[in-house]
């Protein structure tokens, strides 16, 4: 009796062993036939929020899902919540953009500093929106939906309180000149060595244009 137990359990735990593989093998087959399709799955997902969420913004054919997105986008950013589609349209532009390249790490800096970079920008752009309209915290969330939201008012009203409204425009701006850098993946110096390649472009042309034809006879004659 006891050997049959025993050859019992032991046939139990083979067939246990064996359907924990078998599963096991079925989720990394399926793992490895969906890899290739995660980008497109975000990018696809990216693209449906934003549609729903501009659809929600400037009109009111979503339903009462649509009215929550647009309630909960004006408490955060306020008049900035037009940010919300398009940060995620662009998102999922940048998306579909880097899936053509191979090198998976460059893919995922590339998507961090792209997403930090539009983080910054609607930091920055609320928080001149709270600069521009609430001249107080006070009274509540509905004068903050005017403004810049929760997130414009805990990023302008610390600034304003410390510097005044003129250092507090002068900090935003460049912030967002910062996350303006990190989306497009740029830096300073590129961006002055190509001010500086085009103004000599600009220079030579007008010389030329402005260049008398008896001096140009001159010079082919010299020449």
Same mark, same amino acid.
């Given at each position: 009796?006891?050997?049959?137990?025993?050859?019992?359990?032991?046939?139990?735990?083979?067939?246990?062993?064996?359907?924990?593989?078998?599963?096991?093998?079925?989720?990394?087959?399926?793992?490895?036939?969906?890899?290739?399709?995660?980008?497109?799955?975000?990018?696809?997902?990216?693209?449906?929020?934003?549609?729903?969420?501009?659809?929600?913004?400037?009109?009111?054919?979503?339903?009462?899902?649509?009215?929550?997105?647009?309630?909960?986008? %004006? /408490? +955060?950013?306020?008049? =900035?919540? &037009?940010? *919300?589609? $398009? #940060?995620?349209? !662009?998102?999922?532009?940048?998306?579909? @953009?880097?899936?053509?390249?191979?090198?998976?790490?460059?893919?995922?800096?590339?998507?961090?500093?792209?997403?930090?970079?539009?983080?910054?920008?609607?930091?920055?752009?609320?928080?001149?929106?709270?600069?521009?309209?609430?001249?107080?915290?006070?009274?509540?969330?509905?004068?903050?939906?005017?403004?810049?939201?929760?997130?414009?008012?805990?990023?302008?009203?610390?600034?304003? %309180? /410390? +510097?005044?409204?003129? =250092?507090? &425009?002068? *900090?935003? $701006? #460049?912030?967002? !000149?910062?996350?303006?850098?990190?989306? @497009?993946?740029?830096?300073?110096?590129?961006?002055?060595?190509?001010?500086?390649?085009?103004?000599?472009?600009?220079?030579?042309?007008?010389?030329?244009?402005?260049?008398?034809?008896?001096?140009?006879?001159?010079?082919?004659?010299?020449?």
């Amino acid at each position: 009796m006891a050997s049959r137990r025993q050859s019992k359990s032991a046939r139990a735990k083979k067939r246990a062993k064996a359907r924990v593989q078998t599963r096991a093998a079925w989720r990394e087959e399926l793992s490895e036939q969906l890899a290739d399709h995660r980008i497109d799955a975000l990018a696809i997902g990216l693209i449906v929020f934003g549609i729903l969420s501009l659809l929600a913004i400037f009109s009111d054919v979503v339903g009462p899902v649509g009215r929550g997105i647009d309630a909960a986008a %004006a /408490g +955060l950013l306020g008049r =900035g919540k &037009v940010l *919300v589609p $398009v #940060a995620a349209l !662009a998102a999922a532009a940048s998306t579909i @953009v880097q899936r053509r390249s191979d090198d998976d790490e460059e893919v995922a800096r590339r998507g961090l500093r792209f997403g930090l970079g539009l983080v910054v920008v609607c930091g920055a752009v609320v928080g001149g929106f709270h600069l521009a309209r609430a001249k107080t915290t006070t009274g509540g969330l509905e004068p903050l939906k005017h403004a810049g939201g929760v997130v414009g008012a805990a990023i302008g009203a610390p600034l304003r %309180a /410390g +510097l005044g409204s003129a =250092g507090a &425009v002068i *900090v935003l $701006v #460049a912030i967002g !000149a910062l996350g303006i850098l990190l989306v @497009v993946g740029t830096g300073v110096r590129q961006i002055a060595q190509s001010l500086a390649t085009g103004g000599r472009f600009v220079g030579r042309q007008a010389r030329s244009y402005l260049t008398l034809p008896s001096e140009r006879a001159d010079g082919e004659t010299t020449a």
